[in-house]
């Protein structure tokens, strides 16, 4: 079955610090890939999005991710996080073309950002 | 933001008793989505619609219904709420071309005693 990993629970940063939020997918053809995020208490909103061409993709507030199709990875990253991007990260995968654009969520990374 | 708002926002309902959340969308976007979020599982699809009248099932749709009588609207029944069906609910739609994207609401916290 498919599934999405996301490799940290909860990640503590200190403001300025640089980010990195692994996200691992199962899936041997092609897919569009998400990256969404969750204040708290608020729904989730679309931080980014890849579907073709460049594999490198920047979204909002700063953040880009990286799609490495070889390592099945779409990692987001930030040079330096502010405490406002205190929140929960999601990655979530689509297979190209299938399931009627249905998402594969992972389970989440809850990020801490110390003033 | 599609335009979504979610009915009620919060329920405490008890064990046994059927409940309905509403989804309802301004954007006439023909694909609509029910998730539940529960701490520790990410989102997961409980149902979906693709159109007026055409619905399938998601990764846990076991104890759910839905139904879908107007584009704009999307209902979530439980028949029999079980305390297991505590979570947060989220709607979402999408438009349906290839390049889209969905669209939370902003979500319904039920509570099963």
């Known amino acids: 079955a498919q599934s999405v990993s996301q490799h940290n629970h909860h990640v503590i940063l200190s403001e300025a610090a640089s980010l990195e939020l692994g996200c691992n997918y199962s899936?041997?053809?092609?897919?569009?890939l998400f990256w969404y995020v969750q204040y708290p208490g608020q729904h989730l909103q679309l931080l980014l999005k890849?579907?073709?061409?460049?594999?490198l993709v920047k979204g909002i507030k700063g953040f880009e991710a990286e799609f490495i199709k070889s390592k099945f990875s779409f990692n987001l990253r930030k040079p330096s996080v502010q405490w406002s991007d205190t929140a929960e990260y999601f990655c979530?995968?689509?297979?190209?073309?299938?399931?009627?654009?249905?998402?594969?969520f992972g389970k989440g990374t809850k990020l801490s950002v110390k003033p | 933001d599609a335009g979504i708002t979610q009915s009620p926002r919060h329920k405490v309902t008890e064990t046994g008793t059927p409940v309905t959340l509403r989804c309802h969308q301004t954007?006439?976007?023909?694909?609509m989505y029910w998730y539940r979020q529960d701490p520790g599982h990410g989102l997961r699809l409980i149902h979906y619609?693709?159109?007026?009248?055409?619905?399938d099932k998601g990764e846990v749709s076991d104890g759910y219904s839905v139904s879908r009588s107007k584009t704009e609207d999307f209902l979530l029944t439980l028949e029999s709420a079980t305390s297991s069906q505590t979570s947060v609910y989220f709607c979402?739609?999408?438009?349906?071309?290839?390049?889209?994207?969905?669209?939370f609401g902003p979500g319904t916290r039920l509570t099963v005693l």
């Open positions: 979402a739609t999408r438009t349906g071309t290839s390049t889209d994207t969905q669209y």
């Open positions: 899936y041997g053809g092609t897919v569009n």
């Open positions: 890849y579907f073709s061409g460049d594999p």
């Open positions: 979530a995968v689509s297979p190209y073309g299938g399931s009627q654009g249905n998402l594969i």
């Open positions: 954007e006439n976007h023909r694909y």
């Open positions: 619609s693709y159109g007026v009248k055409d619905t």
